[in-house]
């Protein structure tokens, strides 16, 4: 299973929101509902934010959701915030009973 | 509350080994899959393999094969990597963390392994 495939960057302002996508295909991100996102800031250990595609942990703001379509799994942040600023992962269960993360998408709020 | 340690930040020579410790609190420690995940320099996020607490039996992703060993000690609730024959681009922070299901609940703070000599 290659990673799957984030946008290396996105950025947005304060306030607004901004959609990361996730691609892989029938065989990981299409196959199961088992999509997770993790927060990571600099120097610090990742963070779960969205597990089995749309859910979120206990303490994660309701502005972070997630969805999927077919082979594509997004993760949306809205009401940006500067502390949203921080480097964001997939995740997905596979076929072959492995896990499987995007390279990670850059999140820059101007 | 679910709480993994891991053992401070090592510097090796090429061709030693390292071993790694995660201790486990605040969940019995067999009821979680502990994950092994790699993270080099400026890089993303690799998932290495797992261990199962209930039956020790390790499982490793290609890539991860040969030099690499989970175990446990379930008597103080601590999982090991071991890495063997180090080379320098198995510079990297390692993470072990806690699955309670098909997603990565519980992290260590992560250790710094690095190869140079």
């Known amino acids: 299973h290659s990673a799957l495939t984030q946008p290396a960057s996105v950025s947005g302002s304060p306030g607004q929101s901004i959609t990361i996508s996730c691609t892989g295909t029938s065989s990981d991100v299409g196959a199961y509902n088992y999509v997770s996102w993790y927060q990571q800031h600099p120097d610090k250990a990742p963070k779960l934010i969205i597990y089995?595609?749309?859910n979120r942990p206990s303490g994660v703001p309701d502005r972070f959701s997630g969805s999927k379509s077919g082979n594509t799994a997004s993760l949306t942040i809205s009401g940006l915030r500067a502390e949203d600023e921080a480097d964001y992962y997939c995740n997905s269960y596979t076929t072959i009973n492995t896990w499987v993360f995007g390279g990670g998408t850059k999140l820059t709020v101007l | 509350q679910v709480q993994l340690v891991q053992s401070g930040s090592e510097l090796k020579k090429p061709g030693a080994s390292v071993k790694v410790s995660c201790k486990a609190s605040?969940?019995?420690?067999?009821?979680?899959?502990m994950n092994w995940l790699r993270q080099a320099p400026g890089q993303g996020l690799e998932w290495m393999g797992w261990?199962?607490?209930?039956?020790?039996?390790?499982r490793y992703v290609q890539g991860f094969t040969g030099r690499f060993v989970f175990s446990l000690d379930t008597s103080v609730s601590t999982a090991y990597l071991q890495i063997s024959s180090l080379k320098a681009e198995d510079t990297a922070v390692y993470y072990c963390?806690?699955?309670?299901?098909?997603?990565?609940?519980?992290w260590g703070q992560g250790t710094l392994v690095t190869v140079s000599s």
């Open positions: 089995e595609v749309s």
């Open positions: 963390v806690a699955a309670d299901g098909y997603f990565f609940d519980y």
């Open positions: 261990i199962n607490p209930s039956t020790g039996n390790p």
């Open positions: 605040g969940y019995t420690f067999t009821s979680y899959g």
